[in-house]
């Protein structure tokens, strides 16, 4: 192993340790551990490779395991959802399995503890226990219900569970430290009460373990061996080796390792604010080709090659940091400019009258597919008297260093010939109806002439078989109000239509173009239809971001 690979993914090098000292036998088994309480976003991308990757990596087994401990806030959908995630990025888990699985050995490993002596029955409410824990510079106070006997302790926890109490009204505590300069050491709440059915287990329990207690207890169950999580979990660990230490089941307790969680600029990361937008409205839903859900990034032409090549150069760190998104782009762009067909689509229309071609002739010319690529062919593109060009690609009086259409000016139509420009014809609102133009036959495109240059080349449609498209640019979905605080930006949809080359009229929901000059672009996988064509802005050709290579 190179001293490069040493230093841009510790967890690689812990695991390398344990096989050779053996610790886990020469056994990989790592597990991905959602909550199915949202659609996952692309921080949650990062984990999904990194723990599949890493079973991947070492011919090992990686899990799929929802963590339903609470079920108050779990759904169906969310369920198949993350499926749905996992497998798109090219991932598929060993075994999936469910947190309530193991509702019975929780309660059993939560007597264990009790009549250890390291668990009791406290009846303070949520606001006392939280005046008792303390600060972070002075030591929590012990609960009056403390020092309960086993026995009584014993008999309020069953008591519990047969449902004798309301939600709130007593709670299982870990006995520890409550001088513990970890707060989460400070007897954290291991049971609640809570008195909701369960889509798995039903209404056979009304008390449910906490996050933090199950956990561990899950993964030593299943047999992991490295419990891969996000930094905010490393406070946590503690409690992660005390649970099982305790217990004392597993001879071998799997080891809790923690990463730099992924941060992007100008990208919210937060569940509770993505869920917020779509239930007040704002955007289409969970995959709404704004959101930074995996649904989302899906729907709006991300490809699974890219994120997980953007997941590989990130790497894995032990520090937050914030990723430039331009890096996400690069990647996006990396992976497009070899296997999308390009297609010519105008924005903002104007038409162009070529007065000298005849009237009653159309041409098929041949265009290449992807420049990059020869093995996408060509396709043949209409070209008649009558065209339409991009509005940005016309100017009246053009400015300094103005290369493309004006008045008296010669540039190619990209494929075709080259194009003068010699009237402009206006509407009676002093907008402009049409530009009328002549062409130089001798210069079509492909038959090696000779000559003139042209600094300015342009895209074009033909008038008589375009076919009018929507097409969806999106802007930054948050933006900072006169606070300083993150709110929903109103205009990160822009919505309007261009005219597109015939071809496109066959585009397929899902299916990836390069429209010339744009950028690259999907059919939406939820609005396009055989009569209407609906594609969403993927990204931008080109960037002001440098990678470092």
């Known amino acids: 192993m190179t001293e490069e690979k ?4 510790f967890i690689y090098n812990i695991i390398d340790k344990d096989l050779e000292e053996g610790t886990y036998g020469q056994k990989v088994h ?4 959602p909550e199915p309480n949202g659609y996952l976003h692309i921080g949650h991308a990062k984990s999904i490779c990194l723990n599949f990757g890493t079973a991947l990596k070492y011919g090992g087994k990686c899990n799929l395991r929802y963590d339903d401990t609470n079920p108050l806030k779990e759904d169906e959908e969310y369920v198949n959802s993350i499926e749905e995630d996992v497998k798109w990025l090219g991932f598929e888990w060993d075994d999936r399995l469910w947190a309530s699985d193991y509702f019975d050995e929780m309660y059993e490993s939560a007597i264990i503890l009790i009549k250890k002596g390291k ?3 406290d009846d303070l409410t949520a606001e006392e226990m939280k005046a008792y824990r303390g600060t972070l510079k002075e030591p929590g106070k012990e609960s009056p219900y403390r020092n309960r006997s086993v026995e009584e302790n014993l008999k309020l926890f069953e ?3 047969e449902g004798k109490y309301k939600d709130g009204e007593k709670v299982l505590r870990a006995k520890i430290d409550m001088s513990s300069p970890n707060i989460n050491m400070r007897d954290p709440v291991i049971y609640r009460i809570a008195h909701a059915s369960h889509h798995n287990t039903g209404d056979k329990w ?18 992991i061996t490295h419990s891969i999580c996000t930094l905010e979990f490393e406070d946590h660990r503690p409690l992660y080796e005390w649970t099982l230490n305790e217990v004392g089941k597993w001879p071998t307790p799997p080891k809790q390792i923690e990463f730099a969680r992924l941060n992007i600029t100008n990208t919210i990361m937060s569940k509770r604010k993505l869920k917020k937008l779509v239930d007040d409205g704002s955007v289409e839903g969970w995959d709404d080709p704004r959101m930074p859900t995996i649904a989302g990034i899906r729907r709006r032409g991300y490809t699974p090659e890219s994120i997980r090549d953007f997941c590989e150069r990130i790497g894995v760190a032990k520090a937050n940091s914030t990723v ?10 990396d992976d497009l400019q070899n296997k999308v067909e390009s297609r010519n689509v105008v924005e903002d229309p104007i038409k162009v009258i070529i007065t000298n071609y005849p009237e009653d002739q159309t041409e098929q010319l041949e265009m290449e597919n992807n420049r990059n690529n020869d093995e996408l062919g060509v396709r043949t593109v209409p070209f008649s008297r009558e065209l339409w ?3 940005a690609d016309f100017m009246e009086v053009p400015v300094k260093k103005y290369f493309r259409l004006f008045p008296g000016n010669e540039v190619r139509f990209k494929g075709a010939y080259f194009i003068t420009c010699n009237e402009v014809v206006k509407n009676e609102d002093g907008s402009i109806k049409e530009l009328l133009c002549t062409y130089d036959p001798a210069t079509k495109s492909g038959e090696g002439f000779e000559g003139r240059k042209v600094k300015g080349t342009i895209h074009w449609v033909d008038a008589k078989t375009a076919v009018k498209v929507k097409i969806r640019n999106y802007g930054t979905l948050m933006k900072k109000d006169e606070n300083g605080d993150d709110v929903f930006n109103p205009d990160s949809l822009e919505e309007t239509f261009g005219y597109a080359e015939p071809s496109l009229m066959e585009a397929q929901p899902g299916e990836r173009f390069q429209f010339f000059r744009h950028g690259y672009y999907i059919a939406d996988t939820k609005l396009t239809t055989d ?6 802005k993927i990204v931008d050709l080109k960037s002001s971001f440098k990678i470092n290579k």
Request: overall charge negative.
């Open 389 to 391: 060009i991009d509005g």
């Open 30 to 33: 790592t597990r991905f551990p």
């Open 206 to 223: 009304c008390i449910y373990p906490m996050y933090d207690f199950a956990h561990p207890i899950e993964d030593a169950i299943e047999g």
């Open 119 to 121: 668990a009791y029955v």
């Open 6 to 9: 040493k230093t841009t993914n």
């Open 324 to 333: 430039d998104e331009g890096l996400l782009e690069y990647c996006l762009r």
């Open 531 to 536: 009569t209407e064509k609906v594609f969403n």
């Open 159 to 161: 008591e519990m569970k």
